[in-house]
């Protein structure tokens, strides 16, 4: 024996269940109990359900991928402010002097011409053999031990040297008798000509300079 279905009855459960008719939801059991008039409400009630998750599962990949695409947004920027950012390479010339004894040639550099070392390799009682940049004003030069063996070879090997270094400073007379006082020999006294006052000496390692 059968009996009517009542909206009351199955209204609750309308959010509860997608299934389709013929099965055992409420559109299901309407068409079984011959409920002809209630069936087309739960049809549109299942449609409107399924639209309504279909909206939100729309709703919610869209917020899925907008995230997604601020965090690759934020790591490419995150990338660009990271990445370093590399100054032009500015052409520069420097003098490297080959001397006898290093470390002290570098010491007597520092001390004689108020040059300051920048860089070192070696220079250790473990490692004698330096290689030491100084800049002194606005220019840098460097100063290492000889090596024959790659044709670099110290003005006391040669007997003599095939450069001379330019140094110019406020008072010529001053810096070559600070020089001489450390161990320079005086090539020539500081004099007027060409528009200079110019001097010369030879430093204990052979080098000489014009100031």
């Known amino acids: 024996m059968t009996r009517p279905v009542t909206p009351r009855r199955y209204a609750p459960q309308l959010f509860h269940s997608t ?4 099965t055992a939801g409420p559109l299901g059991r309407a068409a079984r109990h011959g409920c002809a008039t209630l069936a087309p409400l739960l049809a549109a009630a299942e449609a409107a359900t399924t639209a309504a998750r279909e909206r939100t599962n729309a709703f919610a990949g869209t917020v899925f991928l907008r995230l997604s695409a601020r965090r690759r947004s934020a790591t490419r920027r995150r990338i660009v402010i990271l990445r370093p950012v590399q100054p032009p390479v500015q052409s520069s010339v420097s003098a490297q002097l080959s001397v006898r004894r290093g470390r002290e040639a570098v010491e007597f550099y520092k001390a004689a011409f108020d040059a300051e070392e920048i860089y070192r390799v070696g220079g250790t009682d473990e490692h004698e053999s330096v290689v030491s940049q ?3 004003g606005n220019a ?3 100063v290492a031990d ?3 063996a790659h044709q670099n070879f110290s003005p006391e090997s040669l007997g003599g040297t095939t450069a001379r270094l330019a140094l110019v400073v406020d008072d010529p007379r001053a810096v070559i008798a600070h020089a001489i006082a450390l161990g320079a ?3 020539s006294p500081a004099e007027d000509g060409h528009g200079w006052l110019l001097g010369r000496i030879q430093d204990p390692y052979g080098h000489h300079r014009e100031i």
């Open 185 to 187: 020999v005086e090539i």
């Open 134 to 136: 100084l800049v002194l």
């Open 140 to 142: 840098t030069f460097w």
């Open 19 to 22: 299934t389709v008719a013929g």
């Open 146 to 148: 000889e090596s024959p």
